[in-house]
């Protein structure tokens, strides 16, 4: 079955860390890019990082950047995040996502995010 | 940063009407605009890509328009498993999603 599944959430104090996982299966996951989603209790979605389909490189929004690092492990079908210096402000459901991220014949993009995990509960709470 | 807003936040409709959402860009994004279906704990869907293209296995009562600044989602005649929130995202540089549309039962 194709799917990701997160896990390694959980009740952090502010200034802590927390490392998520994603599983995949069900594709061959070193073609893809990765993503991390988050969404705020009752909020949207807001993009947190990319990695692409090598590891060689990522990115981060501007509120993670120098905390929070994505990695991935091609061998073992898995995607990370390292989150350090947690704040109150990172709660969320933390939602990995695939990226196709490629150039068709006619040149169109395919850099959206076409399977999403269901995420997993980070809480970062005194 | 291109920032994205949709409008309205929430919109009650019943079953059978036709549904517009609507996605403003903060500057031109061409074509590179996703929409996405949420239902509550679950994951978010992908229902259209490039503005108007309809991903497989999407039902065809959902179709997009726009390009440059200004999209729209439209659900055709609305079925009970359409009642969900949606999202727009721009990937013409990097990602950003508007802030959701609530469809609920009127």
């Known amino acids: 079955e194709v799917q990701l599944v997160e896990s390694g959430g959980g009740l952090v104090q502010p200034g802590g860390s927390l490392r998520l996982s994603c599983a995949v299966s069900?594709?061959?996951?070193?073609?893809?890019?990765m993503h991390w989603v988050r969404q705020a209790p009752g909020k949207g979605l807001v993009w947190v990082s990319r990695?692409?389909?090598?590891?060689?490189?990522?990115s981060y929004a501007d509120s993670v950047k120098g905390r929070f690092t994505i990695s991935r492990d091609n061998a073992k079908n898995t995607l990370y995040l390292q989150m350090n210096s947690l704040r109150v402000e990172d709660t969320a459901v933390y939602h990995c996502?695939?990226?196709?991220?490629?150039?068709?014949?006619?040149?169109?993009?395919?850099?959206?995010?076409?399977?999403w995990g269901r995420g997993t509960l980070v809480t970062v709470s005194s | 940063d291109i920032q994205m807003t949709q409008s309205p936040s929430t919109l009650s409709a019943s079953v059978g009407d036709r549904v517009t959402i609507t996605c403003r860009a903060s500057?031109?994004?061409?074509?590179?605009l996703a929409w996405y279906q949420q239902k509550p704990g679950k994951a978010p869907n992908l229902l259209i890509f490039?503005?108007?293209s309809l991903e497989s296995g999407v039902p065809s009562r959902f179709s997009g328009s726009g390009s440059g600044t200004e999209f729209t989602l439209t659900i055709s005649s609305l079925q009970p498993d359409d009642f969900a929130t949606y999202y727009c995202?721009?990937?013409?540089?990097?990602?950003?999603f508007g802030g959701g549309t609530k469809v609920e039962i009127k």
């Open positions: 069900g594709f061959t996951f070193s073609s893809y890019w």
């Open positions: 996502a695939r990226d196709p991220h490629y150039y068709d014949s006619s040149g169109d993009r395919h850099w959206y995010f076409d399977l």
């Open positions: 500057q031109s994004i061409s074509s590179w």
């Open positions: 490039k503005a108007s």
């Open positions: 995202q721009q990937y013409n540089s990097y990602w950003t």
């Open positions: 990695i692409n389909s090598d590891g060689s490189s990522t």
